[in-house]
């Protein structure tokens, strides 16, 4: 078989095992560095849905977001980019993001799409950066109601802001199971320190790890950190 050949007979069909998933790998890279970018595409989507642990989900979302990019997909490249830790996907998430519209955020509307997600949340930073503590309140009460796979970690960033707005609003019952989720579920050290501070402020004895995970702030967010890395993955 030469190189022009397409080793696959048919690339919408999901790998089903780690040699196969290579076979695809190679297969995809080879047409993407022939600028063969929509017929990689293909062999890109499947990996990113196949079922099997591996570690090529990372380089295959980076560049089915890339690829997206380049039809106007904006909302479905953030949905890919999120999946990745390539390098340079800092900078394609920030380029995606200043090429969606600019569109006003409506608290009492559910974002219903990643593009409208990325807005929200972007809004909670600006109203949290100006202490606007309700409007961070509302905002994060519509962004935790979205049915768009977001993931664990965005669900966290934004209850932080809530469970800090909540102190700030004198709420503090409603912002102990919040931070408590947040504690349970943030990867970064520094926000755990600050939220522990800001806890141990509401008078509520310290969580244990069993504690702190029975709690959890929206049925989403409760089924979103319990599943896998594979369940979360979007098809697309």
């Not at 490249?77 to 340079?88: C, D, I, K, R």
């Not at 807005?119 to 949290?128: D, G, T, V």
């Not at 202490?131 to 109601?145: C, E, F, G, I, K």
């Not at 049925?219 to 993955?233: F, I, L, N, W």
Request: include cysteine; hydrophobic fraction near 30%; glycine fraction near 6%.
């Amino acid at each position: 078989m030469n190189a022009a050949e397409v080793a696959i007979d048919d690339p919408t069909a999901i790998p089903e095992t780690v040699e196969r998933i290579v076979e695809y790998m190679q297969e995809a890279d080879r047409l993407w560095n022939d600028n063969r970018t929509e017929e990689a595409h293909t062999y890109y989507r499947s990996v990113f849905n196949c079922p099997v642990n591996h570690d090529h989900s990372s380089l295959a979302g980076y560049r089915l977001a890339l690829y997206l990019q380049t039809t106007g997909d904006i909302d479905g490249a953030l949905g890919f980019v999120t999946y990745s830790t390539e390098p340079g996907t800092q900078d394609l998430e920030i380029a995606l993001r200043a090429s969606m519209p600019d569109q006003p955020v409506d608290p009492s509307e559910v974002p219903g799409t990643m593009e409208a997600c990325e807005r929200y949340l972007e809004s909670i930073e600006s109203a949290f950066g100006r202490s606007d503590w309700t409007t961070v309140d509302s905002l994060v009460l519509a962004y935790q109601q979205t049915s768009v796979d977001i993931g664990v970690g965005r669900h966290a960033t934004a209850q932080a802001r809530r469970g800090v707005a909540l102190v700030h609003l004198g709420r503090n019952d409603e912002a102990r199971p919040v931070l408590e989720y947040v504690l349970a579920n943030s990867n970064s050290d520094e926000r755990r320190r600050t939220l522990v501070r800001r806890y141990s402020k509401l008078g509520s004895r310290s969580t244990t790890r069993e504690t702190r995970t029975r709690h959890r702030i929206h049925s989403r967010c409760s089924s979103a950190s319990r599943r896998s890395r594979v369940e979360t993955k979007p098809r697309r």
